[in-house]
T-cell receptor
Framework: AQSVTQPDIHITVSEGASLELRCNYS??????LFWYVQSPGQGLQLLLK??????LVQGIKGFEAEFKRSQSSFNLRKPSVHWSDAAEYFC????????????FGQGTELSVKP | GAGVSQSPSNKVTEKGKDVELRCDPI?????LYWYRQRLGQGLEFLIY????????KSGLPSDRFSAERTGESVSTLTIQRTQQEDSAVYLC?????????????FGPGTRLTVL
């Protein structure tokens, strides 16, 4: 069955420190992969997406993610976290042959210490 | 409008009542999705509409849930005889098409509380 796992429910980092949020997926073929961010009281905003090609993708707000087929992973990174990055982050898979519906992980809540 | 809008933003209802949630997609977007987000969990797909095709209802949890869409505009999600487990945030998203590469744009959600 298709699934997305985000092993870390909650992460706390200091402002200015680097960040890596983990995402593992289970899918029979190459998936379309997404990272969304959800700030309190707001809808989800797309950070970045991977469809094909270069496995390192750049997104908005200084985020990047790397697709590693051998590890079935799509981890999100940021070299220096800002206090405004505190939010909930969701990894999602978009199966090619089932329309555009997305399968989401349970999310990782990021807290940023001053 | 500039983005996906949903109404109401909050809805409190009593167990057993029916509720109707509304979604206005981005103009020109042919695909529309409904997701449910329970407290502390990720989003669960409920249903999606693509143009005039039959909707994909594979995610609806029970026959108490239904949704309609008028053409390529407004959609309503109806929950009949609400139960406490229906309490969640209901998110709507729209995209230009329903291909896997079409970015989904999400609305702010409707927070439903069933007492």
């Amino acid at each position: 069955a298709q699934s997305v796992t985000q092993p870390d429910i909650h992460i706390t980092v200091s402002e200015g420190a680097s960040l890596e949020l983990r995402c593992n997926y289970s899918y029979g073929a190459t998936p379309y992969l997404f990272w969304y961010v959800q700030s309190p009281g707001q809808g989800l905003q797309l950070l970045l997406k991977y469809f094909s090609g270069d496995t390192l993708v750049q997104g908005i707000k200084g985020f990047e993610a790397e697709f590693k087929r051998s590890q079935s992973s799509f981890n999100l990174r940021k070299p220096s976290v800002h206090w405004s990055d505190a939010a909930e982050y969701f990894c999602a898979v978009g199966p090619y042959n089932q329309g555009g519906k997305l399968i989401f992980g349970q999310g990782t809540e990021l807290s940023v210490k001053p | 409008g500039a983005g996906v809008s949903q109404s109401p933003s909050n809805k409190v209802t009593e167990k057993g009542k029916d509720v109707e949630l509304r979604c206005d997609p981005i103009s020109g977007h042919t695909a529309l999705y409904w997701y449910r987000q329970r407290l502390g969990q990720g989003l669960e797909f409920l249903i999606y509409f693509q143009g005039n095709s039959a909707p994909d209802k594979s995610g609806l949890p029970s026959d108490r849930f239904s949704a309609e869409r008028t053409g390529e505009s407004v959609s309503t999600l109806t929950i009949q005889r609400t139960q406490q487990e229906d309490s969640a945030v209901y998110l709507c998203a729209s995209s230009l098409g329903a291909g896997g590469t079409d970015t989904q744009y999400f609305g702010p959600g409707t927070r439903l509380t069933v007492l």
